[in-house]
């Protein structure tokens, strides 16, 4: 298996709403990542898992929240998002972060999750 | 923020080597250079990487020079296919941040 998937592919929601978007591989990969991808601009870096724990916050929101429940799966929870958080949310993972070597830190990207915020 | 810089935009005759710059001055002596690329509404794609000698693999070459302050990537027989963002990233194998810059739009021309 040597994709990244996630789920939904398309989420509307509601200002007031809780809603999540899942990630899951299967690579045996230890670190996974969320980007935030608006309309013709590159991906932007949220959140860094790295074997489970939590390396990187890019000063993201609160409304969104980061969760990894085991090195398989990756979720991100939505609360009271704003229509500007409307954007494609696109998770990635890489085999073994922090080592030198071919392949160990190439990221494989999931197909993204399109949020729309009403 | 990103440490490389790209042109915007490329047009490559369907068929032809399209070559695409990456311009990486500030590159320290251990980040390598990867490149990925991102087909309308889907992931990023991985392509290539290397340190500092040319690389190649069955989607493309990656030939950085010998200061390894730039390279290109060399699509060698361009279909409709590879029309897509292309972005260089320079990355430290230690650093979990993977900041990824404006990248370069190949558009092929049928």
């Known amino acids: 298996d040597t994709e990244v998937t996630q789920t939904p592919k398309h989420l509307v929601m509601g200002m007031t709403n809780k809603k999540s978007l899942k990630c899951e591989q299967h690579m045996g990969h230890r670190a996974m990542y969320w980007y935030k991808q608006k309309a013709k601009k590159p991906p932007e870096l949220m959140f860094v898992y790295s074997y489970e724990k939590l390396s990187i916050n890019e000063s993201v929101p609160s409304r969104f929240s980061p969760e990894c429940p085991n090195s398989s799966l990756l979720n991100l929870h939505l609360h009271a998002l704003q229509p500007e958080d409307s954007a494609l949310y696109l998770c990635a993972s890489s085999q073994i972060p922090g080592q030198e070597g071919s392949g160990a830190n190439v990221l494989t990207f999931g197909a993204g999750s399109r949020l729309t915020v009403l | 923020d990103a440490k490389t810089t790209q042109p915007p935009s490329m047009d490559c005759a369907e068929g032809r080597a399209a070559n695409l710059p990456c311009n990486h001055s500030t590159i320290s002596g251990n980040e390598y250079v990867y490149w990925y690329r991102q087909i309308h509404s889907q992931g990023p794609q991985y392509i290539i990487h290397?340190?500092?000698n040319n690389e190649t693999n069955e989607m493309a070459s990656l030939i950085i020079t010998e200061d390894r302050k730039s390279s290109t990537l060399i699509l060698p027989h361009a279909t409709l296919r590879d029309t897509a963002v292309y972005y260089c990233i320079v990355r430290d194998y230690r650093d979990d941040k993977i900041i990824f810059g404006k990248g370069t739009r190949l558009h092929i021309l049928p």
């Open positions: 290397g340190l500092k």
